[in-house]
């Protein structure tokens, strides 16, 4: 069972930023991928963006384009989601997510991962 812990998620006004860090306290991670996804009240758990721990490899959902991005630090076995320019329609709860596999075809799926974080809470406020 791998463990994983995010921390970062808070409290801030729009266009704001906040950093989300997500570590796995387990060496294999780092040859998997890694993702976040959010959940709004009432919405279905959306995608946000993916990295290739062992290439930096990365994904993201379009619309998040620019705003948000994604990076690791493998001697930490860590990855982190920079959230810039925020908006209320950003307020969720963020999950971390690791995969078993360093390749997944289909990274935007919450059924390609197979651990998850108990999730931290982003609010926005306008």
């Known amino acids: 069972q791998v463990q994983l812990v995010e921390s970062g998620g808070g409290f801030v006004q729009t266009g704001g930023s906040l950093r989300l860090s997500c570590a796995a306290h387990?060496?294999?991670?780092?040859?998997?991928?890694m993702g976040w996804f959010r959940q709004a009240p009432g919405k279905e758990r959306e995608f946000v963006a993916a990295?290739?721990?062992?290439?930096?490899?990365?994904y993201y959902e379009d619309s998040l384009k620019g705003r948000f991005t994604i990076s690791r630090d493998n001697t930490k076995i860590t990855m982190y989601l920079q959230m810039n320019s925020l908006k209320v329609e950003d307020t969720a709860v963020y999950y971390c997510?690791?995969?078993?596999?360093?390749?997944?075809?289909?990274?935007?799926?919450?059924?390609?991962?197979?651990?998850w974080g108990p999730g931290t809470q982003v609010t926005v406020s306008s």
């Open positions: 387990e060496p294999t991670m780092n040859s998997n991928t």
């Open positions: 997510a690791a995969a078993t596999f360093e390749y997944l075809s289909l990274p935007e799926k919450t059924a390609s991962y197979t651990y």
């Open positions: 990295i290739i721990m062992s290439t930096g490899r990365t």
